[in-house]
């Protein structure tokens, strides 16, 4: 396993960081259908969790991530960290263990959430504390003008060293929360397939704050089971691995995260583990044809992702909508565009916008756009492409 400096914290992480909001869906699940107990008495999802967290520290990764919102999450991995010796002294201080607040609390509600989290966790103070989620600009506002002065207090007692956030929103709000300087890391959304993001991590580097790459694998593609034709596009490489090299090539980027429910599933992604140098001239090659096939594929109808055709007047979220309609197309990524597709009017701020069915012809993106894109027609042809299956109603003969 590889090392980098976590920007201003000064923390050395591994490439891979140990995610765990699908370790705690996963064994609750295998919890509720089990008898719940082992021999020793222990919970069927403890066990579980000492045995990922144990194999991902043998394995070289130094970083837990979790969020009171992931279910027994932080429960779990305190339980299994106390059973390993890893909740106090040299154990403790050789991992980094990140939770999160979301940016919605009172400010005297902060610290009894921070201390539960501790609590939980078996801990005695939080490397890093993101706020999970600064998705609009009424968020960037709570936090700064309220949830950082209560924070700050925390940070004086030692219960938190280091303040950063998440976020799923749009590039110009997490460049205007990176521009307060009140963060020491990002967790972004960030992947070769999903390269929006680009200014926000060049000025979170320039800023020297820590980058982790949230959901590479699932968010980037469903790449843990890409389809045919991107595979051969992507030969002799992976899908999911030549992503991982393509973000790791970048010495900006700290660390990625992984989410493994059982410690099998460590195996495939940590075969990067080692893997941080400049891509070779065979992953280049790979990276340029999947560039090729976007192109000849797409034609003139390919969205270059410059968001000028925003704002929209029915809310639809076209740069969105059409990037789907990219990957659907040039790669067969259809599976993948369907499943985020179906989330817009569905998600609310974590993944904003209407679907292209919305669109009402009114024209007001069409001079906007440098392409000169027919948006209208192509937002229905996505939709008509990644809408799903049309169930029948209950009520319809």
């Given at each position: 396993?590889?090392?980098?400096?976590?920007?201003?914290?000064?923390r050395q992480l591994s490439l891979f960081s140990l995610g765990a909001m699908r370790?705690?869906?996963?064994?609750?699940?295998?919890?509720?259908?089990?008898?719940?107990?082992?021999?020793?008495?222990?919970?069927?999802?403890?066990?579980?969790?000492?045995?990922?967290?144990?194999?991902?520290?043998?394995?070289?990764?130094?970083?837990?991530?979790?969020?009171?919102?992931?279910?027994?999450?932080?429960?779990?991995?305190?339980?299994?960290?106390?059973?390993?010796?890893?909740?106090?002294?040299?154990?403790?201080?050789?991992?980094?263990?990140?939770?999160?607040?979301?940016?919605?609390?009172?400010?005297?509600?902060?610290?009894?959430?921070?201390?539960?989290?501790?609590?939980?966790?078996?801990?005695?103070?939080?490397?890093?504390?993101?706020i999970h989620g600064i998705n609009t600009q009424t968020h960037l506002d709570w936090?700064?003008?309220?949830?950082?002065?209560?924070?700050?207090?925390?940070?004086?007692?030692?219960?938190?060293?280091?303040?950063?956030?998440?976020?799923?929103?749009?590039?110009?709000?997490?460049?205007?929360?990176?521009?307060?300087?009140?963060?020491?890391?990002?967790?972004?959304?960030?992947?070769?397939?999903?390269?929006?993001?680009?200014?926000?991590?060049?000025?979170?580097?320039?800023?020297?704050?820590?980058?982790?790459?949230?959901?590479?694998?699932?968010?980037?593609?469903?790449?843990?089971?890409?389809?045919?034709?991107?595979?051969?596009?992507c030969a002799p490489f992976d899908p999911l691995l030549l992503n991982y090299r393509?973000?790791?090539?970048?010495?900006?980027?700290?660390?990625?995260?992984?989410?493994?429910?059982?410690?099998?599933?460590?195996?495939?992604?940590?075969?990067?583990?080692?893997?941080?140098?400049?891509?070779?001239?065979?992953?280049?090659?790979?990276?340029?044809?999947?560039?090729?096939?976007?192109?000849?594929?797409?034609?003139?109808?390919?969205?270059?992702?410059?968001?000028?055709?925003?704002?929209?007047?029915?809310?639809?979220?076209?740069?969105?909508?059409?990037?789907?309609?990219?990957?659907?197309?040039?790669?067969?990524?259809?599976?993948?565009?369907?499943?985020?597709?179906?989330?817009?009017?569905?998600?609310?701020?974590?993944?904003?916008?209407?679907?292209?069915?919305?669109?009402?012809?009114?024209?007001?993106?069409?001079?906007?756009?440098?392409?000169?894109?027919?948006?209208?027609?192509?937002?229905?042809?996505?939709?008509?492409?990644?809408?799903?299956?049309?169930?029948?109603?209950?009520?319809?003969?």
């Amino acid at each position: 396993m590889r090392y980098r400096r976590f920007g201003k914290t000064d923390r050395q992480l591994s490439l891979f960081s140990l995610g765990a909001m699908r370790l705690a869906s996963e064994q609750l699940a295998s919890e509720q259908s089990a008898s719940g107990q082992s021999a020793s008495g222990q919970s069927v999802s403890g066990i579980a969790a000492q045995q990922v967290i144990a194999e991902a520290i043998d394995r070289g990764i130094n970083h837990i991530e979790t969020a009171p919102a992931y279910g027994r999450s932080e429960q779990l991995i305190g339980r299994a960290l106390s059973a390993l010796q890893l909740n106090r002294g040299d154990g403790r201080a050789q991992l980094t263990i990140t939770s999160k607040l979301t940016p919605t609390p009172e400010g005297a509600q902060i610290a009894p959430a921070i201390e539960a989290s501790l609590d939980r966790l078996q801990v005695d103070y939080l490397d890093c504390l993101a706020i999970h989620g600064i998705n609009t600009q009424t968020h960037l506002d709570w936090v700064t003008n309220i949830m950082l002065g209560a924070i700050a207090p925390l940070q004086s007692r030692g219960l938190v060293r280091h303040v950063g956030f998440s976020t799923h929103g749009p590039l110009a709000l997490i460049q205007r929360a990176i521009a307060t300087n009140a963060f020491s890391f990002i967790n972004l959304h960030y992947n070769f397939f999903f390269q929006r993001n680009a200014p926000a991590i060049e000025q979170a580097h320039q800023q020297d704050m820590g980058i982790f790459i949230i959901s590479p694998a699932d968010k980037a593609g469903m790449l843990y089971t890409p389809p045919e034709q991107l595979k051969t596009l992507c030969a002799p490489f992976d899908p999911l691995l030549l992503n991982y090299r393509w973000l790791l090539s970048d010495p900006r980027i700290t660390t990625l995260s992984v989410g493994p429910a059982v410690p099998a599933e460590l195996a495939w992604p940590l075969e990067a583990a080692d893997s941080d140098g400049p891509l070779t001239e065979l992953e280049r090659t790979a990276i340029e044809r999947l560039n090729v096939a976007m192109q000849d594929r797409l034609g003139s109808d390919r969205c270059a992702q410059c968001d000028r055709c925003l704002p929209c007047p029915e809310s639809i979220n076209i740069p969105e909508v059409l990037r789907l309609r990219n990957l659907a197309v040039a790669y067969d990524m259809r599976a993948f565009g369907q499943y985020r597709y179906g989330m817009f009017e569905n998600a609310g701020h974590w993944f904003p916008g209407r679907r292209g069915d919305r669109c009402t012809d009114c024209g007001d993106c069409l001079p906007r756009c440098p392409q000169q894109l027919d948006i209208p027609t192509l937002l229905r042809d996505t939709h008509n492409r990644l809408r799903g299956k049309q169930r029948r109603r209950l009520w319809e003969d």
